[in-house]
């Protein structure tokens, strides 16, 4: 049965970083025959009606039917956070990079319908926020702004400054494990281990 997808939320995917430490775009690495940004785009367009890309370089993806939009501040991933808000015709995003090979569209669903009267939605784990994989107002677009003039490109760094839902792990127990959940690749071990090992649904 099919879900009705939540208004006033577009998707945002990251396809701007230079993948120094993977050596190759990490984007266009294959799974299983589908690409890692194939299978976030499979998973974001399952929950929401609108997705978008920001990144540079748009001739790397001449099969992607949806909107590429250019980073307004290269180089970091809070400058395409920042592009994303910009570009969204919404009053949410829900953020994602291309680098996730299990990304899970029942977690949106969960972390969007936390959206009412917050700014933020975020997931801490063991290892901290999971902020590639987050739910953003365009209440956050001042705060952003101003870190970013400051040349802070922390992600989270401006959370104190508005309304952030922290989620926990216990919570979102139930849509599998979190180590594959939030598994990104950043190496060719990785990769190959990844590989290897198969793509399984979490």
Known sequence: MDQKKPSGVTGVV???GKSRRMGQDKSLLQLEGKTLLQLTLAAFCQALSTVI????????FPDVKLPIHPDIYPGSALGGLYTGLIRAESSHIFLGSCDLPYPSAPLIRHLVACATGNDV???QGSAGYEPLFALYSQSCRPPILRQIREENYCIYDFYPQVTTRIVTLEEI????????????????????????EGRRCP
């Open 121 to 123: 939605v975020v997931v």
């Open 14 to 16: 990251l396809v701007g």
């Open 53 to 60: 890309l920001v990144g540079d370089r748009p001739e790397r």
């Open 173 to 196: 127990a139930h849509l599998g494990d979190p180590q594959r959940l939030f598994l990104n690749l950043n190496t060719p071990e990785e990769y190959r281990r990844i590989a290897q």
